[in-house]
């Protein structure tokens, strides 16, 4: 069985750093696409970065230069280092994994069928 489970949610002022924890089981970094997204209220949900099943590291391109990936492949945890926050951070945070094979990558919500229930990250001015 898959679970995934993120914490390391809450609030900072502007201009504050967090790291996100994304604890995977039944996947192993390096071999399975994991994500992370997040969702602000009333928006989509959207991309952040992701590490593919080579160990590639890739971001979205709004969220390049901003957030950075790390991992810990004996716990299989994946990190989200987020620096010099600002109010427009605001959001639900999700880490999610694709089970199934894919040649491919992609930063669309549908492409991964394991998610965790997110946790929150509040950054006030």
């Known amino acids: 069985q898959v679970t995934v489970m993120e914490s390391g949610g809450g609030s900072v002022q502007a201009g504050g750093s967090l790291v996100l924890s994304c604890t995977t089981s039944?996947?192993?970094?390096?071999?399975?696409?994991i994500a992370w997204f997040r969702q602000a209220p009333g928006k989509e949900r959207e991309g952040i970065a992701l590490i593919d099943s080579s160990g590639i590291k890739r971001y979205t391109d709004s969220m390049k230069g901003a957030f950075t990936l790390s991992q810990d492949n004996d716990n299989n945890i994946l990190y989200l280092h987020m620096n010099s926050l600002k109010p427009d951070d605001t959001a639900m945070y999700y880490c999610a994994v694709r089970t199934r094979f894919a040649a491919y990558y992609s930063f669309q919500p549908s492409f991964f069928d394991v998610w965790g229930q997110g946790t929150q990250v509040t950054v006030s001015s």
């Open positions: 039944g996947v192993a970094i390096n071999r399975n696409h």
